[in-house]
Nanobody
């Protein structure tokens, strides 16, 4: 059964860093584009970053460009989101997403809180 599990969230001070992980079971992530999304308190879910299947290039929302980096580790079947320079407005539940044919798969999310 296909499953995505996020981890790595937590409480961090402004300017700090976290690395989120999205581990998959039931599918090989290398064959799919993978996206990271977030939903802050009282906000709509928004796309943060995604990684393609060809050269591993990442694509980023303007709000995180230069601060977040998305990457893959094929041997562990995981996609990471390295976050640095965190700001209070980055506080949200972060989700990874894979779309296979017409079916969208989400993990359960991991909470990131940026606060002093």
């Amino acid at each position: 059964q296909l499953q995505l599990v996020e981890s790595g969230g937590g409480l961090v001070q402004p300017g700090g860093s976290l690395r989120l992980s999205c581990v998959a079971s039931g599918l090989a992530l290398d064959y799919y584009s993978v996206g990271w999304f977030r939903q802050g308190p009282g906000k709509e879910r928004e796309g943060v970053a995604c990684i393609g299947t060809t050269d591993g290039s990442g694509y980023y929302a303007d709000s995180v460009l230069g601060r977040f980096t998305i990457s893959r580790e094929s041997a562990k079947n995981v996609v990471y989101l390295q976050m640095s320079g965190l700001r209070p407005e980055d506080t949200a539940v972060y989700y990874c997403q894979v779309i296979i044919l017409l079916q969208t798969y989400w993990g359960q999310g991991t909470q990131v809180t940026v606060s002093s």
